[in-house]
C-alpha cells in the first residue's frame, strides 16, 4: 500500500478502536467531542471532522450530537406550533384606506 503524508490509510482508524472504550464512556459522561479529541489527537492522527464521523458511525449509532428526550419533545412541540396554519388575522392588524379596500379613491386622495 502507498504511504499518504498523514500516515497509512486505515491507521487512523485503529488507533480510534484501541481507545474506543475510553472515548464512549467520556460521551456517555457527556464530555464534549472537542475536548475527547484534544486530549487524544496526537495519538489518534485523524483530523477532528473524522473523529466526529468515526463517534457518529461506531459509537452513537449515526447521531453525533444525541438530543436527551426532553430536547427531543420540546422540539417536536415546537414544530407542531409552527405547523398550524393561522386561520384569522390578530385583531391588531387594520387595513389602510384604500390598501384592499372595494370602494375606489378619488384622485385627489390619491395626490
Do not use: C
Not at 467520556?26 to 464530555?31: G, Q
Not at 391588531?92 to 379596500?101: A, H, I, P, Q, S
Request: hydrophobic content about 35%.
Amino acid at each position: 500500500m502507498n504511504q499518504t503524508s498523514k500516515g497509512q490509510y486505515g491507521l487512523g482508524r485503529i488507533a480510534f478502536k484501541a481507545h474506543f472504550v475510553e472515548i464512549q464512556q467520556e460521551i456517555a459522561a457527556s464530555y464534549p467531542l472537542t475536548h475527547i479529541y484534544d486530549k487524544r489527537k496526537d495519538k489518534l492522527g485523524i483530523t477532528y471532522s473524522q473523529f466526529a464521523k468515526y463517534v457518529g458511525k461506531y459509537i452513537t449509532g449515526g447521531v453525533v450530537n444525541k438530543p436527551n428526550a426532553e430536547t427531543a419533545a420540546q422540539t417536536e412541540h415546537v414544530r407542531a406550533v409552527e405547523a398550524k396554519p393561522l386561520k384569522y388575522l390578530p385583531q391588531t392588524v387594520t387595513l389602510k384606506k384604500g390598501f384592499n379596500d372595494p370602494s375606489p379613491l378619488a384622485d385627489s386622495e390619491l395626490f
